[in-house]
């Protein structure tokens, strides 16, 4: 899992004894470093204030670290880093990742950014997505979606909240779905 913030979503998969290999993280500090060692999973930081403007050596460093583990697949929970198409080659149809909102709408925004621009949009629905990555931000083929009501009232805060409690049901429940139809999913019955 690809982490740079609190990482709810990545113990959300934890929780759903999904086998997490490794936990990678981009910066060091971050909450998700504690949800890892507590569960006793490796994690690694590849920082990326080491790369600064050096987005090719930040991929072919976390390429190292995914290859070190024989990693299957790539999950991103939050992951801050765009990183350049060597991993998406070398991993297509590999790597997902979460986004708070009804893709194709919001794309290129993060995190609480994609609540502000939800609510400056007006919009009374959004949602969650599921999604493959591609080259291009936010718009590889999605796995599953499910939307939410915004309620009169809402800010950035609650209605990340409410955003994140359908996420940590949404993404374990894909990933399983995503293994069971390109894996050999013997693995995920038993943790480790
Ligand atoms: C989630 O809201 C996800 O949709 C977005 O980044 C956030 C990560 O949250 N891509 P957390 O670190 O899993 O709590």
Redesign the pocket.
Known sequence: ML?S??????QAIIDDKIPVALVLCDRPGIT?IERAQKSEIDYVIVDRSDFKGQRERFTSEVLKELKKKSIELVIL??FMTIFTEDLITEFENRIL????SLLPAFTGT??KGTMTATLQAGVKVTG?TVHIVTEQVDAGPILSQEAIEVLDGDDEDSL?QR??KV?HRLYPQTIRQFCTQNFNTTKMKGQK
Request: proline share 5%; glycine share 20%; net charge negative.
């Open positions: 982490v913030g609190s990482g709810t979503n990545l998700s929970a939050g990742n979460i986004h708070p993060y995190g969650v990340h955003i994140q996420e």
